[in-house]
């Protein structure tokens, strides 16, 4: 059985395909001694090696869920991000960000080894939900939680994002459902409002929450609830 090149290179937890092919485009990947192409196969027994590493297949799945903290930056290579957000991940097992989430916002994030996973997860019209609870500067109103429902025009993007669910927890927060994941999208979305986010803590993608996790910890995704995952993402 045969294996294209990105295919081979994201199921070994490198990165995702479309990462997978900025490498091979700038000749960092051989096969059997020779630099890949995008259309090279790989076979069992073949070598391939990265950087002039060795590289081989996962052969089990790993999928954490993890708290990240505020200050934290989705990044692994950013040599001005002063925290990494592998830096306080200590498992066995190398796994990356699938999804993203800025410095200033807290909450969950998937790591794992998958790279088919990270792609699912990163299709921008996957429309897999996530769920926020959102804290801004002034109260909120009917208006505004119907305005923000309905999608919102962001100029800076010239674009209206997709309708989304709201549910008012506070005088001053409410709880959003999105299905795309623009960046930094619920800032622009509320100040299209004048509203200024205070404190943005995503609580769930998919079927995983945060359940009792308190910031910098993680927990392994085993079983009916991984099992689900996988499900939710066509895989």
């Known amino acids: 059985m045969t294996v294209r090149i990105n295919k081979y290179l994201a199921s070994c937890g490198v990165c995702s395909r479309r990462d997978a092919d900025a490498l091979i485009a700038q000749g960092r990947v051989r096969v059997n001694g020779q630099v890949a192409q995008m259309g090279t196969k790989v076979e069992a027994g073949d070598v391939v090696e990265l950087n002039g590493k060795l590289l081989r297949q996962q052969e089990s799945k790993v999928v954490l869920a993890f708290y990240k903290p505020v200050g934290v930056v989705c990044t692994e290579r950013d040599p001005h991000a002063s925290k990494k957000i592998l830096d306080g991940i200590d498992y066995p097992v190398r796994v990356t960000y699938a ?45 505004f939680l119907q305005g923000m429902s309905e999608g919102v025009y962001l100029k800076e993007l010239d674009m209206t994002t997709r309708p989304c669910r709201l549910q008012q927890l506070g005088k001053f927060s409410f709880c959003i459902v999105l299905t795309q994941g623009l960046n930094r999208q619920i800032r622009r979305m509320c100040k299209a409002f004048g509203y200024e986010v205070k404190t943005l803590k995503r609580i769930r993608v998919l079927n995983i929450g945060l359940e009792q996790l308190t910031p910098g910890k993680y927990r392994e995704i085993r079983g009916s609830e991984l099992a689900e995952l996988y499900a939710k993402c066509g895989l």
């Open 99 to 143: 999804g993203r989430l800025d410095k200033d916002s807290e909450g969950l994030i998937l790591l794992t080894n998958d790279g088919g996973l990270i792609d699912a997860m990163m299709r921008g019209n996957s429309g897999h939900e996530k769920e926020y609870v959102v804290k801004v500067d002034r109260e909120v109103t009917s208006d």
